[in-house]
T-cell receptor
Framework: AQKVTQAQTEISVVEKEDVTLDCVYETRDTTYYLFWYKQPPSGELVFLIRRNSFDEQNEISGRYSWNFQKSTSSFNFTITASQVVDSAVYFCALSEGYTGRRALTFGSGTRLQVQP | DAGVIQSPRHEVTEMGQEVTLRCKPISGHDYLFWYRQTMMRGLELLIYFNNNVPIDDSGMPEDRFSAKMPNASFSTLKIQPSEPRDSAVYFC????????????FGPGTRLTVL
């Protein structure tokens, strides 16, 4: 069965610090997809990025970057020069490819607090 | 294009009452998902549909919960009778096509059962 673990329950940083949110996953499928979603205090779930299991290239989008390593089953998310607006709960999620579950399995989330 | 629409945004009801949550997916999306978010269990899948057909309802807690998708633009999640432990935020999401595509979430319905 699939599983997503976000071991960090809550992280607090001061503005402009860099912060990395960890995500470890388990799946038996060889084809799978990984996602990060942001849930700000307003409550909606906002899609940030997806990665498929065949693409281990890291990605950078502005202050956000993602590091996917199949060898360690990890898909970590780094925010550079954090800002107060980054304060939110961040969820890592997994969906499986051809034979597994097509819906998202979420981790428990990491609450990020960025202090001014 | 409008995003996923859910109604009502907030619902307060008394134990034993019937509750109906509604969702309109993004036009053209052929997958629709219902998730529930609680402090204890986090975000968990309840059921999902593909082309209006239920595919996986293994997350539906018990017979008190039922979901329908009569057409491509509308789905309901019904709880009858409701219980205090059903209090949660219920999200609807939709997706176009392949498993690897992202799901777009509605704003959620916050349900409180007294």
């Amino acid at each position: 069965a699939q599983k997503v673990t976000q071991a960090q329950t809550e992280i607090s940083v001061v503005e402009k610090e860099d912060v990395t949110l960890d995500c470890v996953y388990e799946t038996r499928d060889t084809t799978y997809y990984l996602f990060w979603y942001k849930q700000p205090p307003s409550g909606e779930l906002v899609f940030l990025i997806r990665r498929n299991s065949f693409d281990e290239q890291n990605e950078i989008s502005g202050r956000y970057s993602w590091n996917f390593q199949k060898s360690t089953s990890s898909f970590n998310f780094t925010i550079t020069a954090s800002q107060v607006v980054d304060s939110a709960v961040y969820f890592c999620a997994l969906s499986e490819g051809y034979t597994g579950r097509r819906a998202l399995t979420f981790g428990s989330g990491t609450r990020l607090q960025v202090q001014p | 294009d409008a995003g996923v629409i859910q109604s009502p945004r907030h619902e307060v009801t008394e134990m034993g009452q019937e509750v109906t949550l509604r969702c309109k997916p993004i036009s053209g999306h052929d997958y629709l998902f219902w998730y529930r978010q609680t402090m204890m269990r986090g975000l968990e899948l309840l059921i999902y549909f593909n082309n209006n057909v239920p595919i996986d309802d293994s997350g539906m807690p018990e017979d008190r919960f039922s979901a329908k998708m009569p057409n491509a633009s509308f789905s309901t999640l019904k709880i009858q009778p409701s219980e205090p432990r059903d209090s949660a935020v219920y999200f609807c999401a939709s997706r176009a096509g392949l498993t690897g595509n992202e799901q777009f979430f509605g704003p959620g319905t916050r349900l409180t059962v007294l």
